[in-house]
């Protein structure tokens, strides 16, 4: 612990904020069981056969189980910053930490074939 607080003082002190995040995004580890909890409110649109919802009007829900985990917390973050475009979407991804996309993100990640398609928590 004593080394870690040397080592912000030191990204603190130091030049760049950069450094700064990228220290951050590197401690960010997936905590899959806190992921079980988050998912409850993908599931009612990503996790129904055929991947389909009717409100507020049918559309295609693209399937994110086994996708990998670097993809889905990109496309969360884009959706969040509104590059990608989509505004349930939006509406969700904005409301998300960055721990939350990375434990969700691993979460899908570990999806197969063989997982139920609306896993209960
Ligand atoms: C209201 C229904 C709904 C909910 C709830 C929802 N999504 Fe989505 N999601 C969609 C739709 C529809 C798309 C496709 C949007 C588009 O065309 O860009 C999508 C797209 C995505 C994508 C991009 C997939 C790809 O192949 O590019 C990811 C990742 C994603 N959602 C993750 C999540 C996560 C994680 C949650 C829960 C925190 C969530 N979604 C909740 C409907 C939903």
Request: charged share 20%.
């Amino acid at each position: 612990m004593k080394k870690f607080l040397t080592m912000m003082a030191l990204a603190l002190g130091g030049t760049s904020l950069m450094s700064l995040s990228a220290l951050h995004a590197a401690e960010l580890k997936p905590d899959m069981e806190a992921a079980k909890g988050k998912v409850a409110m993908c599931i009612g649109c990503h996790g129904i056969p055929d991947y389909r919802t009717a409100f507020p009007e049918v559309y295609h829900v693209p399937k994110i189980g086994g996708q990998n985990a670097k993809y889905i917390e990109n496309a969360l973050k884009e959706y969040a910053k509104g590059d990608r475009k989509f505004q349930t979407m939006h509406g969700i991804a904005a409301t998300l930490t960055d721990q939350d996309v990375v434990d969700i993100a691993a979460y899908y990640a570990a999806q197969t074939a063989s997982t139920p398609v609306n896993p209960q928590k």
